[in-house]
């Protein structure tokens, strides 16, 4: 029978003098782990304190004339706050929402404009495509509604730990080992605790493992950090 001991991990232990709780490393206590043959994660605990408006995705590029941004001040919006702070950045283009179809509209304001999708604010403004109005004039409307909810799945990821375990649907290894569902509102708590009668979860070694140091990244649904503003508190589970 396999021996197990629980390893719990926090954020504000990191090695190094500026703490992200989206990508840090802790060494264990001088301690070694030998000879790991699974780990599996059953237990999670942070606030939802990742804004809707945040520095992965708070520019929006477009052109008039020349290339130009619109950069919303990072926070927690509502579509009609989001449309007033970039309606105030610039006076090319009137952003609204369409009370019918719920999408966003751009009426710009007679020359011709492109709204660019790129893949900092397309999610969080509906663009699948560039939206393109030649002639000047024309309402522009985004293919998809806005995006607006939030954090919603924080996979955590590891190459200590991973051992690049996880393949993405783009065929790229990944050392994903785990993903928690988000349920809660912005600035609410976090709680993830698994059935550890499930061991669908576990990642096992080809080889047992000398854990000295776990890095940790945690990441959004789009592979990319969090951007968590607080303490994230994780209890892993190691198998020997």
């Known amino acids: 029978m396999s021996k197990t001991k629980l390893l719990i991990i926090d954020s504000q232990h990191a090695v190094g003098s500026t703490t992200n709780p989206n990508d840090f490393t802790v060494n264990i206590n001088n301690q070694y ?22 520095a992965g995705n708070n520019v929006i ?3 008039s004339g020349v290339a ?6 990072v926070g927690q919006y509502t579509a009609t706050d989001f449309i007033n702070a970039v309606n105030a950045a610039q006076t090319d283009f009137t952003l609204f929402l369409n009370p019918l179809t719920f999408k966003f509209e751009w009426a710009s304001v007679g020359a011709p404009i492109t709204i660019v999708k790129t893949d900092i604010s397309s999610e969080l403004i509906g663009l699948t495509s560039d939206l ?19 954090l919603s799945i924080i996979y955590v990821s590891s190459s200590a730990l991973g051992h690049s375990h996880s393949i993405l649907s783009n065929s790229v290894n990944s050392n994903i080992i ?13 709680y993830y605790v698994s059935d550890t009668r499930d061991e ?35 209890i892993f589970k190691v198998y020997y």
Request: include cysteine.
């Open 68 to 73: 130009k941004q619109v950069v919303v001040p």
């Open 33 to 54: 782990l030998d000879n790991v043959k699974k780990v599996s994660l059953v237990g999670l605990r942070t606030i939802n304190s990742v804004y809707n408006v945040n």
């Open 200 to 234: 669908s979860d576990n990642h096992k070694y080809e080889s047992h493992q000398t854990i000295t140091k776990i890095d940790i990244q945690l990441l959004n649904h789009n592979y990319k950090p969090c951007q968590l503003q607080s303490n994230c508190h994780l």
């Open 61 to 63: 590029d477009y052109i």
């Open 132 to 150: 393109v109005d030649a002639v000047g004039g024309v309402t522009l409307v985004s293919q998809l509604t806005p995006d607006l909810s939030g």
């Open 178 to 190: 785990s993903a928690v569902g988000v349920n809660s509102p912005f600035g609410a708590p976090i």
